[in-house]
């Protein structure tokens, strides 16, 4: 059955000046690939404006020095309150009237503020009337003491340290004249955290009002020393 065998296609050799031929043409077009891509345009960035980003650390503004206090009011010493119970040398054998309704001592005279042999009235040793330096009363020497009207508006927090996150305080002093305003003029800061807060107590102190202080049923100037606090809500 497969006696008969089948003859196979000859196989040609490939001849030697084809494969040069080829090898030429190969060699021709990768040579204009090149070239065109060599001269292909680019596009060059050279004369695009350029943005910098410039990242500035924010600092806090400086801490002031203490400020130096120019000038304090000062007063003369207190007399209010300094009475010392003596017991008598002499013994009476004649028991005295009693008065049940009389309190035997005023209590207000033992406070142990001002000179002794004061009292609470401000007399000095029972002889000599207060006397209030330049005609201005300290805390201890009226009757009723400077009271701020109730939704008087404080200081502004300066906008600079709120955003800083800045807290302080200031102990200001000035004098309460007998309208109950504050006169700027005679404003100290005796105690100050940062020269800004001090300004805006000064600032603040033109718009507020107080209750004037009594002695002796009217109304007197009176030195106040008040603290402001100055507090970020976080």
């Known amino acids: 059955m497969f006696n008969t065998l089948l003859e196979s ?12 031929l080829s090898l030429m043409i190969h060699a021709t077009l990768i040579t204009g690939a ?5 001269n292909a345009n680019v596009t060059s960035t050279a004369d695009e404006p350029v943005t910098e ?3 500035v650390p924010r600092t806090p503004p400086p801490i002031a020095p203490p400020v130096k206090i120019d000038h304090v009011f000062t007063a003369a010493p207190m007399a209010k309150g ?6 008598p040398i002499d013994i009476p054998d004649v028991l005295p009237t009693i008065d049940l309704s009389k309190l035997p001592t005023n ?3 033992f406070s142990g503020r001002g000179r002794p042999g004061g009292t609470f009235t401000g007399i000095d040793a029972g002889t000599n009337a207060l006397v209030p330096t330049n005609g201005i009363y300290t805390a201890m020497q009226v009757e009723k003491v400077v009271v701020p009207v109730p939704g008087t508006v404080g200081p502004t927090y300066p906008d600079m340290l709120r955003t800083a996150g800045i807290d302080g305080t200031v102990l200001a002093q000035f004098v309460v004249d ?9 404003f100290v800061a005796l105690h100050s955290d940062h020269t800004l807060f001090s300004a805006a107590v000064r600032t603040s102190l033109g718009r507020m009002r107080f209750f004037p202080a009594e002695y ?3 109304k007197v100037p009176q030195l106040v020393q008040q603290s402001f606090q100055f507090t970020v809500r976080r």
Do not use: C, E, M
């Open 9 to 20: 296609r000859a196989v040609h050799a490939r001849r030697a000046g084809g494969s040069l």
């Open 34 to 38: 090149v070239i065109v891509t060599a």
């Open 53 to 55: 980003i410039h990242f």
């Open 82 to 87: 300094f009475q010392k119970l003596v017991a």
């Open 107 to 109: 209590i207000d005279d």
């Open 178 to 186: 007998t309208l109950g305003r504050a006169d700027v003029a005679t």
């Open 216 to 218: 002796g049923g009217r």
